[in-house]
């Protein structure tokens, strides 16, 4: 167990510059890291003494420019770490090394995100993943699935961020996976064959019971009870065989439509059942595409009914997920019994017709022993396509006997879409030429032309964003605008009324509103919930270090997706509902499902999936702050680490990274078991009398120790639970001192703290939407214009959907 | 369904199944028969013996029951066939004396013996049946014969604390997969309670164990095994369908109509008595274990009109019979071209007739023998139909065993046989020659006739070790069954495991050997 854990202030006094990721404040206070260089430094570094080579006051001081910065940051180490000044020098004192340590890392930060913020007179930003197959949807009608093994490349991550410009670069072996991406679209906007939508359905007796031969057996006795497939934890088994449709080809991928009737059983003291339908990664696991709970109790079966897209032909299993599983180290034998062909399920009422040895699933009162799914039957009916996808497609391809100038029109159109700009014919000779050879090779219109297609659907200009001309301008075109704006609500191309508002010159002034306050109230701004969420919060981040079965044996798979739905989904009810910000800090109310009304000990909710459940102040939730999913995020599987959640707090709530710690900082021991059991909190501030670290961490604690009531998953708790080590569990602690000196008592309180400084929070959350929005760092040059953002928002009391209407609106987003 | 109906069709299905009711038999109660053991079943813990007035007695033994034998309890397997003495018998469900509940032979109890079964019963578990259970906790009411000494014997290693196994076992105490299946636990307390009838020990112990299993359920039986005892899978006693498991024939495996009666929608040999048999649909083949069986002696045969009688066993009533539709019946559209294949229609095989592992017709069957025949309803209700006629020889065969003499006697008409399955293939892919699955004595008579190689012997030919195919008279009243033809078989023992498979699917055909 290692645990890092100095940072050094951020939070200095006065205006002490603080980066946001890569935002700096505008006052500069008197350059303070020089008075330390020259009283500590330079007499050794310098024009007398020039020891390791290093001439401090040579180093240049344009950190914009970056020359260097790795002579800086190595600096900041030195002195951070204490390995400079040298011992036998004069020390500096506490709070001139804080001083200099946080006055040199902003001036880093501040350098660095200029660098990221720079843009060259054209500047590109790739489409992510996600931007991409909404991409070739909205154009195509057209559903791929970028993010499949062998398609393309994972999006770098920078602070959370997918969209980050600088940060998605093109390697050779890239291109190659565009290629193949806009073949095997292009494959499913134009089959060769005409594929009609299918349905199939299976009975438990035809998937389990050999084709239903012992339902007739059954039916004989006169159990009219039909049998029913007993889906359980630890063992997947079949929910689509590729067989079930006859013949299945990748000309079937497509959307499905998938209804289930069946209940759920849940133990006593159990989790309610969960049921997770996806292609199988390992004996006991599958990729959920569906994820359901399953509360319809056994004698009142429920149809649930799904879509999802599938690349054909799929197979894919059932998995019950549950922290209890029949368990195949309790003998293979023992979990095989139960898919024995002389185990015939009916009734939990029926346990004549099981095999003796097979696990008991139902105690003498019929209560479940596992969380159990009963299956009735499945129906999957597809590949079905919209009259909207295909109208998509409608006139796109030539008639066989176009003239190439019609031929060339019909490019020119589908290039301005896919381009999502005017285009000139010349730009399109390149592509006209491929199909003129195709033609000329004696290929059919459809073949020919669909390499034109391609050639426009690999081209810099549909996988990019570009903005700019060779002669640099400072303001974007409209119809750069009118990308920038449909890729920040929309992940998505601009759609016909977008482009036509750009192209007639009345994408501003009213006419912008208009065009805005439409793309706000179109379905499509999900993506943009969805999308923003995950990145801006750091989504990724939930489950990267998978919580220890042994400490947490409730936590799982479908616990971990729930709490990643709920902050999603409370996203999308504040900015549905255009609430206030301070939803963000606190609230009386969630979305949860029955897992999670579980996990936090709320009543089970009626209906089944995400819906708003009230909070009182004894369930110690509300806001995002007490969700599982950010509470657990900076966990390392094992523990809380309160100053990882004071770090993430500061750069996603407030928007102040901290400086990061310096290198080699030892790890806080393991307890030990003679030793007194101790909270991590007590550890902590053990630790802490370094006095090279204490500056910092007494800014940067609290932030986090003030969720020490919840643990490493985010279950509530007064006690903290210490493996090792004499005496009883210690009583958690979670006061402290806000960086400006005011007192919390608890969590509670500190949220109230954080309510008064609702200006700081929107500040950031601003910061982090623009960031979002122009696919870029923040830099220096941007203060103006976020200052005016945020005066907009506050003019309707900082309501989410008003911030996001601000930001849109703003002089910034039409900016380059 | 009505919910009422199906309660009491299940409650009927329970007692079925487990024959028991969680009360044990009073000894007074029981009627005491003098007999001479002459054939035993080691696997389904039944048997017959010969009652001093020369009558065949068939007996079952309940899961409780242990045989008695030099004072002291003792495995079905250790009593010698011919051993004399009185057996303890109680009324089935239909009021018929066929529940053995212990034997007496009025000798002192010898020590001997006793560890012998001591032993026995440390490789195969203590049996009991659970009184409740809650979670994963149960109470276990342990069977003994002799529970003056249950404490001593046993409880040193069924102490509160001790860890224990528990395996689930049907009502002839055989189990699934010990080493598999069997769940690990401790005993939580024990209790004393009055030996109120035979087979209680007078202990009760409340258990707990790891995971719960389908059978670990009030009334079930289950065979618990101390902490050091050596675990072992009796080869035939286990009824798992894999492993050796799958290598046995039909008789020595689990028996579906009898563990899950529910998924019979008809009366069996084996249990539904509340349902009506099977009716046979014209031109369709009955269900597996849909037949009534019946053993009688071949009395006569109308073979043009595939009929005839027997006299059935020990009740000797004559009963005739007709053979249901069979062969293969080829019916040709009359309006398509004779060339043409299409609208030929093959009527199934719904009867047929076994005569020295052979197909035969009933021309072929000898009078006089005894036959197993497989009978259905007719409309009237009368057991006249016939799906199945097999001699001895071919139901030996097919289940896979031969004799093999342990004692011959043939002056006093005498032959001792154990029944003798191939050898298989173990786990550690070594041959294991499996021990016997029963015993039985044989009378022989001057008129039996012996074959070797399809030459005929004489009785003093045949030799402890050899392994015979037999076919039988049948048991009537003063008139004990005898071997009518021996066959001295080549050792079937070294058959293959896949070939035995192969050959229980009715693949491999037997080249009959007449007798001349």
Redesign the interface.
């Known amino acids: 167990m290692t645990s890092r854990f100095c940072f050094h202030s951020f939070f200095a006094a006065s205006s002490l510059l603080t980066a946001c990721l890569g935002l700096v404040n505008a006052v500069h206070a008197a350059e303070s890291y020089e008075a330390f260089l020259e009283k500590h430094c330079i007499r050794c570094h310098g024009p007398e003494k020039e020891k390791g080579d290093l001439r401090i006051d040579q180093l240049s001081r344009d950190f914009k420019l970056g020359a260097d910065t790795h002579h800086w940051a190595e600096m900041m180490e030195q002195v951070n770490s204490g390995e400079m000044p040298p011992k036998k020098e004069k020390q500096p004192s506490q709070a001139e090394m804080a001083a200099f340590v946080t006055n040199l890392d902003s001036r880093i930060k501040e350098g660095r995100a200029a660098r990221m913020a720079a843009r060259p007179a054209v500047s590109h930003y790739r489409l992510s993943r996600k931007e991409y197959q909404n991409t070739v949807y909205d154009l195509l009608g057209v559903r791929y699935d970028p993010a499949k093994p062998g398609e393309l490349n994972e999006d770098t991550l920078w602070h959370g961020f997918e969209r980050i410009g600088s940060e998605l670069s093109l390697s050779p072996s890239h291109v190659d996976r565009y290629y193949r991406a806009a073949e095997l679209v292009l494959d499913r906007a134009f089959p060769t064959t005409a594929v009609e939508a299918r349905k199939v359905r299976k009975t438990a007796a035809e998937m389990r019971y050999g084709n239903g031969k012992a339902q007739e057996a059954l039916d004989r006795f006169g159990i009219k009870r039909p049998l029913r497939q007993l889906l359980f934890p630890g063992h997947l088994q079949t929910a689509l065989s590729s067989g079930w449709f006859g013949k299945t080809g990748p000309e079937h991928s497509g959307l499905y439509k998938v209804r289930i009737q069946a209940s759920g059983i849940r133990p006593i003291g159990g989790q309610a059942a969960h049921l997770s339908i996806g292609k199988r990664t390992g004996e006991e696991t599958v990729d959920g595409l569906i994820e359901f709970d399953l509360t319809a109790p056994e004698d009142k079966p429920q149809v649930y009914e799904f879509e999802v897209f599938l690349e054909m032909p799929a197979a894919l299993d059932f998995c019950v997920v549950a922290t209890d599983v029949v368990d195949r180290r309790q003998g293979a034998a023992f979990r095989g019994a139960l898919g024995g062909g002389a185990y015939l399920f009916t009734h939990s009422s029926e346990t004549l017709l099981l095999n003796p040895n097979a696990p008991q699933m139902f105690d003498d009162k019929g209560n479940g022993l596992f969380s159990t799914v009963l299956l009735d039957w499945i129906e999957w009916e597809g590949p079905l396509v919209s009259e909207a996808e295909k109208s998509r497609r409608v006139g796109l391809v030539p008639q066989d006997d176009a003239t190439p100038e019609v031929v060339a029109e019909h490019l020119q159109r589908f290039a301005e879409r896919a381009w999502r700009r005017s285009v000139k014919k010349e730009e399109l000779e390149q592509y006209l030429q491929s199909y003129r050879t195709e033609r000329e090779a004696g290929e059919k219109m459809a073949d020919a032309y669909r390499v034109a297609l391609q050639g426009v659907m690999t081209s810099r200009h549909f996988i990019y964003l570009v903005e700019g001309d060779p002669v640099a301008r400072e303001r974007l075109t409209d119809s750069e605008l009118a990308s920038r704006l449909s890729y920040f609500l929309w992940s998505s191309m601009p759609d016909d009324g977008l482009s036509t508002a750009a192209k007639s010159g009345t994408l501003n002034g009213d006419g912008l509103k208009k065009e805005v306050d439409r793309m706000l109230a179109d379905n499509k701004t999900s993506r943009f919930i969805d999308d923003f969420a995950r990145q801006w919060l750091q989504l990724n981040r939930v489950g990267m270090f998978p919580p220890d079965k042994k400490l947490y044996p409730t936590y799982d798979a479908w616990l971990e997706e729930s709490m990643r739905f709920e902050v999603i989904e409370y996203f999308r009810e504040l900015f549905a509902k255009n609430l206030s910000l301070d939803g963000f800090i606190d609230s009386d109310w969630t979305m949860a499902n029955a897992r999670l009304c579980d996990f936090y000990g709320l009543q089970e909710p009626k209906a089944s999936g995400f819906q708003r459940v009230s909070l009182k102040p004894e369930d110690r939730r509300g806001g995002l702050l007490t969700m599982g999913a950010v509470l657990g995020l900076t966990s390392d599987g094992t523990r809380h680490r309160p100053v990882h959640r004071g770090v993430w707090l500061s750069e996603v709530v407030l928007g102040k990274p901290p400086p990061p710690p310096p290198a080699n900082v030892p790890a806080i021991e393991p307890p030990t078991p003679q030793s007194p059991k101790a909270t991590l909190r007590q550890k902590i501030e053990a630790h802490r009398n370094d006095a090279n670290c204490a500056a910092c961490h007494a800014k940067i604690d609290p932030l986090g120790l003030a969720w020490d009531n919840y643990d490493a998953i985010g279950q509530w708790r007064t006690h903290e639970k210490v493996p090792a080590g004499v005496g009883s569990d210690p009583v958690i602690d979670p006061s402290g001192l806000m960086p400006d000196g005011r007192a919390f008592k608890d969590a509670t309180e500190f949220k109230r703290l954080l309510l008064e400084d609702r200006d700081k929070v929107a500040r950031a959350f601003i910061e982090h939407l623009c960031t979002y929005a122009l696919r870029r760092a923040l830099a220096f040059d941007d203060q103006d214009d976020l200052k005016a953002i945020q005066a907009e928002a506050k003019k309707s009391d900082y309501r989410i959907k008003d911030i996001v209407r601000a930001v849109t609106l703003s002089d910034l987003i039409r900016k380059r | ?1 009505n919910r009422v109906l ?1 309660t009491f ?2 409650l009927i ?2 007692t079925a ?1 487990h024959a028991v009711d969680l009360a044990f038999p009073k000894l007074a109660d029981a009627k005491p028969v003098r007999g001479e053991l002459t054939s035993a079943d080691f696997i389904h813990r039944s048997g017959q013996f010969h009652t001093e007035k020369g009558e065949l007695l068939e007996f079952t033994m309940p899961p409780y029951a242990v045989m008695k034998y030099r004072g002291a309890e003792a495995d079905l397997r250790e009593i010698p066939l011919g051993t004399k003495m009185t057996f303890l018998m109680v009324p089935d469900e239909n009021g018929h004396l066929t529940r053995l509940v212990t034997t007496d032979d009025e000798q002192p109890a010898d020590e001997a013996q006793r560890q012998k079964f001591i032993e026995f019963t440390k490789a195969r578990g203590l049996p009991g049946w659970i009184e409740k ?1 809650e ?1 994963k906790q149960m109470v276990v009411t342990l069977f003994s014969g002799d529970p003056k000494n249950f404490q001593k014997t046993w409880m040193d290693d069924f102490a509160v604390g001790k860890n224990i196994k528990i ?2 076992s ?1 009502d002839e105490l055989r ?3 010990v080493n ?2 069997g ?1 690990g636990g401790a005993v939580r307390e024990v209790q004393s309670v009055p030996a109120d009838g035979f087979g209680s020990s007078g202990v009760r112990l409340v258990l707990t164990v ?9 009334g ?1 039986v289950v065979r618990i095994y101390g902490q050091s005892w050596p675990q072992k899978d009796f080869f035939a006693e286990s ?2 369908n894999y492993g050796v498991g799958a290598l046995l024939a039909t008789d020595f495996r ?1 028996c ?1 109509p009898k ?8 009366r069996t040999d084996y249990g539904n008595a509340h ?1 009506p048999w099977y009716q046979i649909t014209e031109g369709t083949p009955p269900p597996r274990w849909s037949e009534h069986l019946v053993l009688g002696e071949l009395v006569k045969v109308d073979a043009a009109n595939s009929s005839g009688q027997f006299r059935t066993e020990r009740s000797g009533e004559l009963m005739d019979f007709t053979l249901l539709a069979s062969g293969a019946t080829v019916v040709v559209n009359e309006g398509l071209p004779a060339q043409s294949i299409a609208p030929v229609k093959f009527q199934p095989k719904l009867a047929s007739v076994r005569y020295q592992n052979a197909d035969a017709t009933l021309a072929d069957l000898p009078l006089g023998q005894r036959y197993r025949f497989h009978m259905y309803q007719d409309k009237s209700g009368a057991f006249t139909r016939c799906s199945l006629i097999s001699d001895e020889h071919s139901h030996l065969t097919q289940q896979h065993l031969t004799y093999r003499v342990t004692a011959s006697d043939p002056k006093n008409g005498r032959l001792e046989v154990a029944w003798q399955h191939p050898d298989i293939t173990n786990y550690q892919r070594d041959m294991e020659s499996p021990p016997p699955f029963g015993h039985s004595l044989l009378r022989v008579t001057p008129e039996t006739r012996v074959w070797k190689a399809d030459q005929p012997v004489s009785l003093t030919d045949i030799k402890p070790g050899d392994l015979l195919l037999v076919n039988l008279t049948s048991e009537q009243k003063d008139k004990p069954a005898h071997c009518t033809d021996l066959w001295v078989t080549e050792a079937a023992g070294r058959t293959a495991p896949k070939a035995q498979s192969k050959e229980s699917k009715g693949t491999k055909k037997d080249k009959a050997v007449k007798p001349k």
């Open positions: 369904m199906l069709l299940l299905a329970q199944l259970t979670g395996c689930v049907n189990t699934w997969n598999v299946d769940k790891s995971d719960m299993l389908e059978g670990f359920r009030k079930r009824l798992m689990e579906p563990h899950y009666p529910d998924q019979f929608p008809f349902l």
